[in-house]
């Protein structure tokens, strides 16, 4: 991979790379999410895809719209939970909407700035600010605890189970009680030489919490104890330099029944069995956004961002798109019949999952969609980097 895509593809994460990647990376490479900046004082040999007019055959209308505040330098991601979706700002703004009607349920403010989107269960919801600071608040609103985590937190908190879990950028999982704060278990893993300061996420799979790690690792915690039951590797390191061995789980991983599924930046996509990690299958990818899936497929977009369909049982391939190169595309999920994805100038494409074909497209701001869509109810939730949230419902 060129040094230009390598730089481009990390500006791409969430939302800087490390200190220690800093150390690594000259000062003028530009480093920011989806910052439209030359490189090393060249102009950028990859200008992004012009949109071309579409024959729309999906009817998509905006319902609603709302506004949270700007997301900053961080990846907001907004959180459904039932009927209700939950979003937030750098400004420490935390709301509670209803997905179909874009309703405002509650508001809530912080005193600290926040760097991470909220978790919730529908019960209470979680958010993380400056100097590892983490929130919770109850079904009206009201906070119900504070409590300091020593270390910076750009992953939404994983609500559940009667925890709130919470990743620090040092590789700490802690498991905070859902109702105190009261610290249940911490989990401890050796760093890295060198690894992406992204937003990796956490998901609840049976009695297990499942998350990616630096490295290209993925692995499962019991939420009792926090006690790693197994880790496997989803890719290795390649390269000689430190950046070109960068090689982290980005995003959050896809399970499907027995199946749990992963990519990583200058690595792989897989899969593996659930209960033991067990590789099923992996084929040679990079994605810095990670994955969205259905029963069938695994869909992801690459450095260059055409996004591909693969066949989750074997890892064929079985589409790609590549209308979209070189539009900073956000994380992806699959909803009904379509595949939608937002790009560094708002615009939402829906396209087939049958075919990839672009089949809708809405406008939102103008700024970046770099979080993955949400659903709510019926509705399509979108939040973009200048605050905006928009319901979107396909007809």
């Known amino acids: 991979m060129t040094s230009l895509l390598r730089a481009a593809a990390i500006r791409s994460l969430s939302p800087v790379v490390s200190r220690r990647v800093a150390r690594v990376v000259v000062a003028g490479a530009c480093v920011s999410a989806l910052a439209g900046c030359s490189l090393f004082g060249k102009e950028n040999k990859h200008p992004p895809t ?53 309703r405002t349920l509650w508001k809530a403010k912080t005193d600290l700035d926040l760097t991470s989107g909220p978790g919730s269960d529908g019960s209470v919801t979680a958010v993380a600010g400056e100097k590892g600071a983490i929130y919770a608040f109850d079904t009206s609103g009201k906070q119900i605890w504070k409590k300091q985590v020593n270390g910076e937190v750009l992953s939404a908190p994983l609500v559940g189970n009667g925890l709130v879990v919470v990743r620090t950028t040092d ?14 278990w911490i989990y401890q893993r050796s760093q890295t030489p060198l690894n992406l300061r992204a937003a990796m996420g956490m998901v609840y799979a049976g009695d297990g919490i499942v998350m990616g790690f630096p490295g290209g690792k993925l692995g499962v915690l019991a939420p009792g104890n926090g006690v790693l039951r197994w880790e496997s590797t989803v890719s290795y390191p390649k390269g000689v330099s430190e950046i070109e061995r960068l090689n982290d789980v980005t995003g959050v991983p896809a399970v ?11 690595g792989r996509v897989s899969c593996l069995e659930l209960a033991n990690g067990q590789p099923q299958w992996g ?47 956000g994380a992806p999920i699959a909803l009904g019949r379509s595949v939608v994805v937002g790009d560094f100038e708002g615009f939402v494409h829906f396209l087939s999952r ?28 979108v939040q973009t980097r200048d605050g905006d949230i928009f319901g979107f419902v396909p007809n």
């Open 283 to 329: 084929k040679d990818f990079s994605s810095p956004t990670g994955l969205a899936q259905d029963e069938t497929s695994l869909f992801a977009s690459d450095e260059t961002s055409t996004l591909f369909a693969f066949d989750r049982s074997n890892g064929n391939e079985r589409w790609k798109n590549d209308q979209l190169r070189y539009r900073s595309l």
């Open 354 to 381: 049958e075919d990839g074909q672009i089949v809708a497209r809405m406008k939102t701001d103008g700024s970046a969609v770099s979080a993955a869509p949400v659903v709510a109810g019926q509705t399509l939730v």
């Open 171 to 184: 590789t700490r999982v802690i498991g905070l009680d859902a109702q105190t704060g009261d610290r249940r």
């Open 50 to 102: 012009e949109l071309k007019p579409i024959s729309a055959t999906l009817s998509v209308k905006q319902a609603w719209k709302a506004d949270v505040g700007k997301s900053g330098p961080y990846v907001m991601a907004p959180v459904a939970a039932g009927n209700n979706v939950y979003v937030s700002s750098k400004g420490g703004t935390v709301l509670a909407l209803e997905g179909n009607s874009g």
């Open 256 to 266: 499907n029944g027995r199946q749990v599924c992963a990519t990583t930046f200058q």
